[in-house]
């Protein structure tokens, strides 16, 4: 009897992991989307984060520009105070972690903690995003939020895009989100892959400067999965003349670093 | 049993007539089409869909693509997803332009020697000698200034182009006129998903029946055109949505595009030259909604020019007066595309980017 009771308890769990293996692709949604509660599709940057979402958990809350609110809204705040976007994908987005919980929120502590220095941070991140998808983004929120400077933080998904097999340099072999396509797994780094990284990367910086705005990319640490990007972040920051972040490895020492990145800056 | 007999009989009859009366409709749609009296070639100019999604612009030409086959303006899309020759490899010596905008750059309804692009390598040919010249049309259809940029940021400078040329603004007044209004015209653009097979009304459209039905209906195909995919339905506009238009917040995206395509096109190199887009002004007078909208475009165009160190090509005085210029309210002849073609070359020239 309690063998037939712990066969039937592993079928059941059995079950309920295909299940929730299968449930996104069932609804339209690949394994690597992100929740369509709380992003949708956008056909000039892929997926944003929906405005205005109240919901707090995993993911959100939102901002009426889909920048996820992290304690203070984006907005509050003195006025004076100088106005840190940082960008980049899921990691800087902190998806399936609670609001607070997420890199940008850390960096935000940390700032705070620091007396006579007036910084607001917004959670510019988004699953799924890398450069380019970050650089449109930024042309269409930056004149609405009006930071000073831009933290771009490249990660996995940039290794997604740019090292997938099929690579195509317009980028036309990313699948769209809530297709039942998730972003390919990451292949060789290729002259072309880099070539367009790159681009994205300037694109993304002109974008800043035209809107006023200065950059700081950020090389992901030497060690990790993202270790690739960080020859090409060394060339674009030294082409442009851009101030360059070397990131530790772990959470926490990314959150401080950050945050001695924009205190330092000027 | 037998009263169901002849009702599945009278049913099949039913069935057999309903389809002799397709074949029939299909038959002399066919023969109406080929004898002139329904203007099909014209009306499926709309379709088959010239344009493909992109995860990232939005939509993009397909490549090899055709439209328009069997008529005079009959349009090819080359392998590279651009109307006209496809580019070449970047030698020593080339002059390359680029020349970026809506379906005013792209030539619709233009045979393809009588676009702008085309119109603008002809003229340069004469003015730079033996030196190579390469003018890329890089228009695309429905084109506003937001895809306009994005398609310049992933696909345009990687041609390392010496010139662009931007040439848009009719198609950025419709996202004004639709509620709210966000910078990213995520409330005007749809979002297309996947490029599946055609959809069903689309295949419809295919028969000779359906498009000759419709033209007689006076209901224009709707199926076929390029909007049915890429746009939202829109609200009708009343005049308090007209005045909407000249909201602050559509004139000033207008502007960031205009302004952020110019820097791009500076940080690889490339001069830029932005052209006020001319409008029929016999057909829409300086007070008209279009008039003052393609007013408030042109200031824009030219705060744009200034603010990123571009250089702006007005139209000579008179040149929307004449409606020979134009085939509608904004889409050039073939004189037109000549005439602002010379506009934009003699700019050039005087500006001394036309080096032998």
């Known amino acids: 009897m309690p063998l037939q009771k712990l066969q039937k308890t592993i079928c059941i769990r059995a079950l309920a992991a295909v299940a929730a ?10 394994p690597g989307d992100p929740d369509p509660s709380f992003f949708r599709s956008n056909s000039l940057f892929r997926v944003e984060p929906i405005p205005n979402l109240s919901a707090a958990g995993a993911h959100g809350p939102h901002d009426g520009l889909g920048l996820r609110i992290h304690g203070n809204t984006p907005d509050g705040g003195a006025p004076e105070a100088r106005r840190v976007l940082i960008l980049g994908g899921s990691f800087v987005y902190g998806y399936g ?3 607070g919980e997420s890199i940008v929120a850390k960096v935000d502590e940390i700032l705070k903690s620091q007396p006579r220095l007036a910084v607001k941070t917004a959670n510019g991140g988004c699953p799924g995003h890398f450069a380019a998808t970050a650089a449109m983004r930024l042309h269409f929120i930056l004149y609405a939020w009006k930071p000073s400077l831009i933290v771009y933080i490249p990660g996995f998904e940039d290794m997604s895009v740019y090292a997938a097999a099929g690579f195509a340099p317009d980028l036309n072999h990313v699948p769209r989100p809530f297709t039942g396509q998730a972003l390919p797994e990451p292949g060789l780094w290729t002259a072309a892959g880099a070539a367009a990284f790159e681009r994205d990367l300037r694109t993304l910086e002109v974008i800043a400067r035209t809107g006023g705005a200065r950059l700081i990319i950020a090389a992901p640490d030497a060690s990790g999965r993202a270790a690739a990007l960080r020859d090409p972040v060394f060339k674009v920051s030294k082409q442009r003349n851009l101030s360059l972040l070397d990131l530790p490895a772990g959470a926490d020492a990314v959150a401080r670093a950050v945050a001695d990145a924009i205190r330092s800056s000027k | 049993m037998q009263s169901k007999r002849r009702f599945l009989t009278i049913l099949g009859a039913e069935l057999l007539l309903l389809l002799l009366i397709a074949v029939a409709i299909e038959g002399i749609s066919i023969a109406a089409i080929a004898a002139g ?64 905008g809506d379906s005013v750059m792209y030539g619709d309804s233009l045979p393809e020697g009588d676009t702008l692009p085309a119109r603008i390598e002809e003229l340069l040919r004469d003015k730079v000698g033996p030196r190579r010249v390469e003018v890329i049309n890089a228009g695309v259809l429905q084109y506003t200034s937001a895809e306009t940029l994005v398609a310049l940021a992933l696909r345009g400078i990687d041609l390392q182009p010496d010139i662009v040329i931007f040439y848009q603004g009719a198609n950025d007044v419709a996202p004004r006129l639709v509620r709210p ?24 459209e295919a028969s000779s029946g359906y498009v000759t039905l419709r033209w007689l209906a006076g209901i224009y195909p709707a199926a076929g055109r390029i909007d049915a995919y890429t746009t939202r ?15 602050r917040s559509g004139n000033e995206a207008f502007l960031r595009n205009e302004a952020a395509g110019v820097a791009l096109a ?14 029929n002004a016999s057909l829409a007078d300086s007070h008209s909604f279009l008039g003052r909208m393609m007013s408030e475009n042109k200031r824009k165009q030219l705060d744009a020019a200034a603010k990123q160190g571009a250089n702006f090509v007005a139209m000579p005085d008179g040149f929307g007066k004449d409606a020979s210029n134009f085939r509608d309210s904004v889409h050039l002849t073939a004189a037109g595309a000549k005439a602002v073609a010379k506009q934009i070359v003699d700019e050039m020239d005087k500006l001394g980017w036309l080096v032998k």
């Open chain 2, 233 to 247: 339905p829109l609200t009708p506009t009343t005049q308090n949505e007209k005045e909407f238009a000249f909201n």
């Open chain 2, 266 to 279: 500076r940080s690889c190199g490339a001069r830029s030259l932005i052209v006020a887009t001319p409008y």
């Open chain 1, 97 to 99: 972690a609670p609001a």
């Open chain 2, 37 to 100: 009296l329904v203007p099909g070639a014209e009306l499926r100019m709309k379709g088959p869909m010239i344009v493909r999604p992109h995860p990232l612009i939005g939509f993009v030409l397909r490549e090899g693509a055709r439209r328009g086959t069997g008529t005079d303006a009959e349009q090819i899309v080359n392998n590279r997803g651009y109307r006209g020759a496809e580019p070449g490899p970047r030698g020593p010596g080339l002059l390359r332009v680029l020349c970026v």
């Open chain 2, 181 to 204: 209004f966000r910078n990213d015209y995520y409330h005007y653009r749809n979002v297309w998903e996947a490029d599946t097979e055609m959809r069903a009304d689309l295949r419809l």
């Open chain 1, 21 to 30: 293996a299968c449930a996104p692709v069932a609804c339209g949604r690949a």
